[in-house]
Every structure is written in C-alpha cells, then in structure tokens.
C-alpha cells in the first residue's frame, strides 16, 4: 500500500490544502465574527490531519506522499495565517520571517534526502512546535485586540519551539545522511 496515493490520510492532507484560502478569505472579511470563522476552518485543518495521521498508522497506509505533503498542508496553512496577521500586527513579522526561513531550511532538507532516496518524516518535536503555533494563530485569532506584548510572548512562544524542532531536524539530517554514506560503502 506504500505506493498508493489516492487513500483517505492523503484526500484529508489534499483537502487541507484547500482550506488554506478558506480562511485567509475569513481572515480579511469584514462581517461579525468572521475571525472565528476562521479559528474554525484552522481546527477543521487540525481535526483532519489528526484523523489522516490516525488513519494512516492506524490502518498501514502511511505513503512517502503523506510523510511529505501531510507536514507541507500544516506548514502553508501557518505561513499563511502567520502571513495574513502580520498584515493586521506588523509586530509579529519578525516572528514570521524566522518561521519561513525555517521552513525553507527544512524543505531544502528534505528535498536532498528525498533525492537521495530517504524521506524524512515529522517527528515529535516538529509535531509539539506545531501544535503551539495552531494554539498561538488560534489565541490571536480568537481574541482579537490582545495587546502587542501578549502577541509578542504568544509569538515568542512559537520561535522557541520551533527553534527546538529546526535543531532537532537538523540532527536527524546529518543521521540519516551518515547512515545513507555508511550504506552505499
């Protein structure tokens, strides 16, 4: 089953991508509550990508597909939403700018294992950084107006864990690209 695409876990990753839009166009409406409507569709996204991380090991269909485009759908819904509301509280960017840069860091990573045939998969650090910055986006969504010094700790809060999780990546990066050499001698 590894090499089928077309399973439940990868429609629910599919279809998170697809929410993204959904509430950045909730995020920059201009009707009552439309903030919540966005913290709402934000944990559609979330319930999903526990259900397919669910399904798939529950089920053993995990595919290089999931382990690559699962963490890709969290990632662009949170630059996105990390995007749109340091548009609103410019005071965040810099939290923003970090962010993105540890994306690409990790996205080039993985590329060049992935063409070394080795696909590096999330790992628990990378899913408690996640899940603090869902809890921060959902925090500043939900209650709009907070103070920037309560914006700055949320978002502070979010760079530190994901700081743990870029060095923690970085450390399976050199493992398994030492035992991927080790291998081909």
Request: aromatic share 12%; charged share 15%.
């Amino acid at each position: 089953m590894k090499n089928k695409i077309l399973n439940i876990p990868n429609v629910l990753t599919i279809i998170r991508f697809f929410l993204v839009p959904v509430a950045v166009i909730f995020i920059f409406a201009d009707f009552p509550y439309s903030n919540l409507w966005a913290a709402g569709v934000v944990v559609v996204a979330y319930i999903t990508d526990v259900l397919d991380g669910y399904i798939a090991r529950h089920k053993h269909i995990v595919t290089d597909f999931g382990k690559l485009m699962d963490p890709a759908a969290d990632k662009c819904m949170q630059i996105s939403l990390f995007i749109c509301l340091s548009i609103k509280m410019p005071v965040i960017i810099p939290a923003l700018v970090f962010l993105v840069l540890k994306d690409l860091t990790l996205a080039v990573g993985a590329g060049y294992l992935y063409k070394k045939e080795v696909v590096l998969s999330a790992n628990w650090y990378g899913k408690v950084a996640s899940f603090v910055t869902l809890f921060v986006l959902l925090a500043i969504l939900v209650f709009q107006g907070l103070p920037d010094m309560w914006v700055i700790a949320l978002v502070s809060l979010t760079v530190v864990f994901n700081l743990i999780a870029i060095i923690s990546y970085g450390m399976m990066f050199y493992h398994m690209l030492k035992e991927k050499q080790e291998k081909e001698r």
